[in-house]
């Protein structure tokens, strides 16, 4: 277990590793505000209903899962002080942390915990982590600090995946009501930050923690705006009206890498995302495969990433790049404009309009634009439509959608990457399967992956799994972006890791400090 933990998080090491142009060389100062840039706004209150990267990323200011990945990769003790593994990978015990206190002054116990995945697990609730929790049979309160989670069937992944908040957060017992997706009010959390004010679109702001368990933060405040045009962001950071921006556009990212802007520091999330078109499969006109093939010979990635971003993107046909434990040596549609044109033909298409969906404040518009021109070659007429994000979250849980453009996770492993594309029961109420994919062969072979402890016969195995999706193409990868935080100088001590998180581990708002 441990031997393949650690073989599965040896990639995130190497490819997660951390830059930034000014090291915390001098003693922390305490005090301060950071007012930090991001590019897209909360939308819920409820910490285990994750909609998207970002929110999961702002609500580790206020939530903490059980464990905890470090700036290495390494899995380490976080709300659990240690655990204890039964001979048949089938129970875990866990020791959790005494004297960690939630937001309202209450101490964390078993109980709270218990409560927290078992709403997870309710499908009532729609919680981002029902899938990943899947394996968990039961929850069993041994004591008022011990918990014991029984499993299903055993889960090589699963210390690892409890050290994610998108699979559940510590929140107190009875915070949340059964079936509630939008709650009135943020339940208590016990992360380094707390929460004391929310303007939807102005800001979101945050007080440090002085009970939290752990190191406590430097700032005494992080007020979050919400500036989703990146060229206004990147402007906003050069007059000082913010400290700190994520998604730093790549035009200027170069600029700032070669010292020609002064002033500015950064730091690199190296494979923070995965770009990707997404077909809606389950309506017309892309549950038509040949329409799909047609559309995935006719691009050309390498444009594509070129224009958009500057040459600081890699191509890549999988959901891990090229090198990566868990990419295989399989064959998938590169650009043949030629073999594009026999597809289209053969798929029925009549020239009708189609509509590709993006994200206003993402590099959609570009991306799309390239993705326009290089369908019109073989004949597809394309309409972008740039939504906002809420409208785009909502047009792609119901299914209200062409096909879009997307992100994706860094992932330590195949399990959560190509579960996504597992079947789920309501396509008009989408969770992670945003495609409305769901084919009874892919789910077999899947679901025999992932309890294989045997790292030879798992890799045969999610190598079946891989060539199944590419046959069946309900996503088209187009490659792998790396993210840059930028900041004031007197901002320092400011790291984050390989996926991007605004509170890593051992970095991060928490270790961020002001010096002027």
Request: one cysteine or more.
């Amino acid at each position: 277990m441990k031997r393949l933990a650690l073989f599965c998080l040896v990639y995130v090491v190497a490819s997660g590793a951390l830059s930034s142009l000014h090291a915390a060389s001098a003693q922390p100062k305490r005090g301060g505000t950071i007012t930090f840039g991001v590019s897209k706004e909360l939308a819920l209150m409820n910490p285990l209903v994750n909609t998207s990267s970002t929110e999961a990323r702002i609500r580790e200011l206020m939530y903490e899962p059980l464990l905890a990945r470090d700036l290495k990769g390494a899995v380490r003790p976080r709300l659990a002080e240690s655990w204890e593994i039964s001979k048949d990978l089938l129970v875990y015990t866990f020791k959790l942390r005494r004297g960690v206190k939630f937001h309202n002054g209450a101490e964390m116990t078993a109980d709270d915990i218990k409560f927290a995945i078992d709403y997870t697990l309710n499908p009532k609730n729609g919680a981002y982590g029902f899938e990943t929790l899947s394996s968990v049979s039961r929850v069993e309160v041994v004591d008022k600090y011990t918990l014991r989670l029984h499993l299903k069937q055993s889960q090589p992944l699963f210390l690892t995946l409890l050290s994610d908040i998108g699979t559940f957060s510590a929140i107190p017992k009875e915070s949340l009501a059964e079936g509630i997706r939008k709650p009135a009010s943020f339940p208590p959390g016990t992360g380094p930050f707390k929460f004391v004010e929310w303007v939807p679109g102005q800001r979101l702001v945050f007080a440090r923690n002085d009970d939290y368990w752990g190191d406590k933060a430097h700032v005494d405040r992080v007020v979050i705006k919400t500036i989703g045009d990146n060229t206004v962001r990147f402007t906003a950071l050069q007059a000082g009206d913010v400290d700190l921006i994520e998604r730093t556009p790549y035009e200027w990212v170069k600029q700032i890498v070669e010292g020609k802007i002064k002033g500015i520091g950064y730091s690199k999330a190296n494979r923070a995302g995965a770009r990707l078109l997404e077909f809606n499969v389950y309506d017309p006109p892309f549950n038509n495969k040949k329409l799909r093939l047609a559309v995935a010979y006719a691009l050309d990635r390498r444009e594509i990433l070129q224009a958009a971003y500057h040459g600081l993107a890699e191509i890549g046909d999988q959901r891990f790049p090229m090198g990566h434990t868990w990419y295989f040596d399989l064959p998938s549609p590169q650009y043949d404009v030629n073999k594009a044109k026999a597809l289209l033909k053969e798929s029925g298409y009549k020239g009708e309009t189609l509509e590709l969906m993006g994200n206003r404040g993402e590099v959609a518009d570009t991306e799309g634009a390239v993705i326009q021109a290089q369908l019109r070659k073989i004949g597809i007429k394309v309409e972008l439509k740039i939504l906002e994000r809420a409208s785009a979250l909502e047009a792609r849980r119901l299914g209200k959608y062409m096909f879009k453009l997307g992100g994706g996770s860094d992932y330590p492993d195949p399990q959560p990457a190509y579960e996504e594309y597992t079947c789920e029961p309501d396509k008009r109420k989408r969770r992670l399967n945003e495609s409305g994919y769901c084919d009874q062969e892919y789910d077999a072979l899947y679901q025999k992956a992932v309890p294989e402890v045997d790292q030879d016969k798992r890799r045969a195995l999610f190598k079946r799994v891989v060539a199944k999706l590419i046959d069946d193409m309900p996503i088209y990868q187009i490659g792998f972006t790396p993210r840059f935080f930028t900041f004031r100088d007197y901002v320092k001590g400011f790291v984050t890791n390989g996926a991007g998180d605004f509170e890593p581990w051992g970095g991060g708002l928490s270790h961020a400090w002001i010096d002027k």
